[in-house]
């Protein structure tokens, strides 16, 4: 069974650094590309950009590019999302998903609240 | 390419069939067009419900329907339940990038 299992919410306050994961079980880590994907309180879905694991190629979006830092670790499954200084408008639920080549998500972690605020 | 656009809200009786566009789907020349149609409720993480424009995954009802026309995707859901209340999001990446825009969302009121 696949699973993504997502590290769990986070209160943090600006300008504060900021890791979060997402364990992948269920099929070989190496071979699918990981996105991240941004939800802020009561809006819609954003693409923040993805990790192939197997080689640690990233590509970001445009909107987030520079503003966090996508890794991997295949020795343990794990990606990862990271923020060197928090804003409070980093405020979200973040998701990891597998996506597939024609760009679909076909497997979600839980999500993982990020809460921002001094 | 830029966000793709969707209605922000839907409303329809059970049983009846309702129809949610997204609009500013753009392709490499000569290539295929992907898009994908996820649900979410509240407090869950979204599901793909169509996938590869018109694809359903292994478990979606029958009722759930996805096409193209030119540059707009849709999706359409036949015979309406309560169950079908939720957001839905529409995406898409271009056949040379694995660079993935979202629509903003649409929110489906079951009458």
Known sequence: ?118 | QSALTQPASVSGSPGQSITISCTGITSDIGADKFVSWYQQYPGNAPKVIIFDVRVRPSGVSKRYSGSMSGNTASLTISGLQAEDEADYYCSSCTHSSTLVVFGGGTKLTVL
């Open chain 1, 1 to 118: 069974e696949v699973q993504l299992v997502q590290s769990g919410a986070e209160v943090k306050k600006p300008g504060e650094s900021l890791k979060i994961s997402c364990k992948v079980s269920g099929y070989n880590f190496a071979d699918y590309l990981i996105a991240w994907v941004r939800q802020m309180p009561g809006k819609g879905l954003e693409w923040m950009g993805i990790i192939f694991p197997g080689d640690s190629d990233t590509t970001y979006s445009p909107s987030f590019q520079g503003q966090v830092t996508i890794s991997a670790d295949k020795t343990i499954n794990t990606a990862y999302l990271q923020w060197t200084s928090l804003k409070a408008s980093d405020t979200a639920i973040y998701y990891c998903a597998r996506q597939g080549s024609t760009g679909n998500f076909d497997y979600w972690g839980q999500g993982a609240l990020v809460t921002v605020s001094s």
